[in-house]
C-alpha cells in the first residue's frame, strides 16, 4: 500500500516536471525577438533570403500553383458560360405592335382569305413584323405572346356587323374573333394567346372571305407581340 501511494505520487510529481518544461518553451518561443534561425533548418527553400517560412515556402509553392490551376479553370468555365448566355440571348429584344391606318371606308369583303396588312408600326423591336405582308416572322425560338384586337362600325344603326378575323401560324388558324348581327352599330374585341415558335415561324391575321372591317377612323384594329423568353430551336415545338 506504502509502495503504491509511493509511485503515484512520483507520477503526479514527473507530471508537474513536464508542464513547468513546456510552458517554459512556450514563454521563451512567444518572447523570442530574434531572427528565425531559418537557414539552418530550411527545406529546400526557394526563398532562403525569407526567414520564418522557409520551411513552409515549397507548400506554399504548390498551393499557390494548385490555386492558380483552380483559377484558371474557374475563368475558362465563367468564359464558356458567358458565351452560351451571350448566344442565347442575342437578338432577343422582339417586340411589334402595329394598328390598321385609319379609314372611313370598308376593308373588304373579298373572294378570299385575306391577311391584314397593319401598316403603321409603333413599335419593331428585331424586326419580325413586316408591316407590307402583315406577318410576323420569329427572328429567334421561344414563346411568344400575340394580342389582337378586332373594332368595326358600319355607320348607321341597322347596318349588319359582320366581321371574322382569325390568327394564323403558319396556314392554321389558332384564335378567331367574329360578330354577326344588326344590333350594334359598332364592337370591338380582343385577344391574347401565348404561342410557342421556332425560328422562322410565321404569324399573321386574316380577314375572312365575304366579312369586313368598317368605320375605323383610329386605327383601333391592332395587332401585336413580343417574346416572353427564349428557348433554344430543339425545345421550340
Ligand atoms: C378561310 O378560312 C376559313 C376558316 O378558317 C377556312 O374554313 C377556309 O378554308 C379558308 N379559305 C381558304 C381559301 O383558305
Not at 526563398?47 to 513552409?56: D, E, R, T
Not at 515549397?58 to 483559377?71: C, G, K, V, Y
Not at 399573321?204 to 377612323?217: A, F, K, P, V
Request: aromatic share 10%; hydrophobic share 40%; net charge negative.
Amino acid at each position: 500500500m506504502k509502495t503504491l501511494v509511493c509511485v503515484w505520487m512520483m507520477i503526479c510529481l514527473c507530471c508537474c516536471a513536464e508542464a513547468a518544461a513546456s510552458d517554459l518553451l512556450r514563454d521563451s518561443a512567444v518572447s523570442w525577438l530574434g531572427a528565425l534561425p531559418c537557414g539552418s533548418w530550411d527545406c529546400e527553400c526557394a526563398f532562403s533570403k525569407l526567414q520564418g517560412c522557409c520551411c513552409v515556402s515549397s507548400a506554399l509553392d504548390d498551393l499557390e500553383q494548385a490555386t492558380f490551376i483552380r483559377m484558371m479553370g474557374l475563368w475558362d468555365g465563367l468564359m464558356r458560360l458567358n458565351t452560351q448566355v451571350q448566344d442565347i440571348t442575342a437578338g432577343c429584344k422582339i417586340a411589334f405592335t402595329a394598328a390598321m391606318l385609319p379609314m372611313s371606308g370598308c376593308f373588304g369583303p373579298f373572294t378570299s382569305n385575306m391577311s391584314i396588312s397593319y401598316q403603321s408600326v409603333s413599335l419593331n423591336q428585331g424586326n419580325g413584323y413586316n408591316p407590307a405582308l402583315g406577318v410576323f416572322t420569329a427572328p429567334h425560338a421561344g414563346l411568344y405572346s400575340f394580342s389582337f384586337t378586332v373594332y368595326s362600325k358600319p355607320g348607321s344603326s341597322g347596318e349588319r356587323l359582320y366581321q371574322k378575323l382569325q390568327l394564323v401560324k403558319d396556314g392554321t388558324v389558332l384564335a378567331s374573333s367574329w360578330e354577326d348581327n344588326r344590333e350594334d352599330s359598332e364592337d370591338s374585341s380582343s385577344q391574347t394567346l401565348l404561342l410557342q415558335l421556332r425560328r422562322g415561324c410565321q404569324v399573321y391575321m386574316e380577314l375572312l372571305s365575304g366579312r369586313q372591317i368598317c368605320g375605323d377612323t383610329q386605327g383601333l384594329n391592332t395587332f401585336s407581340g413580343f417574346l416572353i423568353y427564349p428557348s433554344s430551336d430543339e425545345l421550340g415545338n
